[in-house]
């Protein structure tokens, strides 16, 4: 099973990828008739040209007709997702995302203490599931008090085997059931917030115009419940997919814990090399010419991420792993999510909890064959990823990290065994 969680390709996809490239890097594909691009070049146009391609979010409709089923459907139309975006874009500037950091290292430390002392834990169920979406409920402005049913409901209908350790609810909550006592929720969210005033991206939100006309009630629980199913994806993915990656290449492992500013370029290698997206997609808007081939106005087009991510001519030796290579794929994360182009925000919690489980842990390995993943449109998610850990010093309730330099607590370069 360990080749289900951000696996790279086989031999032969690789060498096929590698054919496409060089002979036919656009092709329809015959039996969808959607186009395929195989290269680097021709993705970064696909993804970054709006005047030309626009968003499909396949994906996140199906994650919100989980929520809406058995409603009136409410359509996430391209210009509500682009004013997401947007408002996510303002909201986290630089400045905003490193003071994140804090409470991002709050939640983990919490998640942490929780199986302190364990020789085992499950970073899917233990971490990498429940820190991302308590982050962003804490974003959207759910209380503390309501954090475990929040954690429950995203849990359920992930469609997740198994319901998160730390959630204190002694009945197993059917997908039906979870689904309205979400709705209900989200709309009692929304109440909340129309009749008082916040600053924070729920209140954004609402305060947004789309098409010139702020969300609707309807609008505002698609998109809400939209970031509370889908914006912990791409974290819960890579988190797991560095530790992993970690496992596979002990020489990459111990480098990292001697010389921890190793690990922002390690994530960056890990999202080239062990992408959690393997497809994007979008619609041509117009005719356009791309890797030689006439794509008309309404033509689907899909990014093989597994492909452009090993292109020769963006990366040399494309098949090797290495955290110090030069060159780095922009394209890996936030497209066609909810947090946006580059997705800081999952890089700064994918950073932060890598930092204190190598601050706590002296040993972490995987167990592969206890390894199970599924897939939530093109992101494969971990549901369960038991490691065997070896505490290096006796860890309380609440303790930290010292503090080290550029937001990091493990950045002054001092040498880790591993």
């Known amino acids: 099973m360990a080749e289900a969680l951000g696996a790279w390709p086989t031999t032969a996809d690789r060498d096929r990828h590698?054919?496409?490239?060089?002979?036919e890097p656009v092709a329809r594909d015959p039996d969808s008739g959607m186009w395929l691009v195989y290269r680097y070049e021709d993705a970064a146009r696909v993804l970054t040209d709006h005047a030309a391609f626009t968003s499909e979010y396949a994906s996140s409709s199906a994650l919100v007709s989980r929520l809406l089923s058995g409603r009136d459907p409410v359509v996430i139309t391209p210009a509500m997702h682009r004013e997401l975006r947007r408002t996510v874009s303002r909201r986290f500037t630089p400045g905003v995302v490193a003071a994140l950091g804090s409470r991002v290292l709050t939640v983990t430390t919490e998640l942490l203490d929780r199986v302190a002392g364990d020789e085992r834990i499950d970073l899917?169920?233990?971490?990498?599931?429940?820190?991302?979406?308590?982050?962003?409920a804490e974003l959207l402005g759910v209380p503390q008090a309501d954090m475990d049913s929040v954690l429950l409901w995203v849990d359920t209908l992930c469609g997740n085997d198994s319901q998160p350790p730390l959630v204190p609810v002694q009945r197993r909550v059917s997908a039906c059931d979870a689904r309205a006592e979400l709705l209900a929720y989200l709309y009692a969210h929304v109440a909340e917030y129309r009749r008082n005033s916040a600053s924070d991206l729920t209140a954004e939100f609402l305060a947004t115009e789309i098409d010139g006309m702020t969300p609707d009630d309807d609008q505002a629980v698609a998109l809400l419940g939209l970031?509370?199913?889908s914006g912990h994806l791409t974290t819960t993915s890579l988190l797991a997919s560095v530790v992993l990656s970690l496992d596979d290449f002990p020489a990459a492992s111990d480098e990292v814990r001697a010389f921890p500013e190793l690990l922002a370029p390690t994530?960056?290698?890990?999202?080239?090399?062990?992408?959690?997206?393997?497809?994007?997609?979008?619609?041509?808007?117009?005719?356009v010419e791309l890797g030689g081939r006439r794509v008309l106005a309404g033509e689907q087009v899909v990014v093989v991420m597994d492909s452009v991510?090993?292109?020769?001519?963006r990366f040399p030796a494309p098949e090797r792993f290495d955290i110090h290579r030069k060159t780095t794929s922009r394209l890996s994360t936030g497209y066609g999510l909810p947090f946006g182009p580059g997705s800081p925000v999952a890089r700064l919690q994918t950073r932060m909890a890598l930092e204190l489980l190598l601050w706590r842990y002296c040993e972490i390995s995987v167990?592969?064959?206890?390894?199970?993943?599924?897939?939530?449109g093109w992101i494969t998610v971990p549901t369960s990823m038991p490691l065997r850990v070896r505490s290096k010093r006796a860890v309380h309730n609440a303790e930290v990290p010292?503090?080290?330099?550029?937001?990091?607590?493990?950045s002054r370069g001092r040498r880790h065994s591993r």
């Open 267 to 287: 994530i960056e290698e890990v999202l080239r090399y062990r992408t959690p997206v393997s497809q994007v997609t979008r619609r041509a808007k117009l005719d």
């Open 309 to 313: 991510n090993q292109d020769e001519r």
């Open 227 to 229: 970031v509370l199913l």
């Open 124 to 136: 899917a169920t233990d971490l990498a599931f429940p820190l991302p979406v308590r982050v962003i």
């Open 18 to 23: 590698r054919a496409m490239r060089g002979a």
């Open 402 to 410: 010292p503090p080290g330099g550029q937001g990091s607590h493990l």
């Open 367 to 376: 167990d592969r064959a206890a390894l199970r993943a599924e897939r939530v």
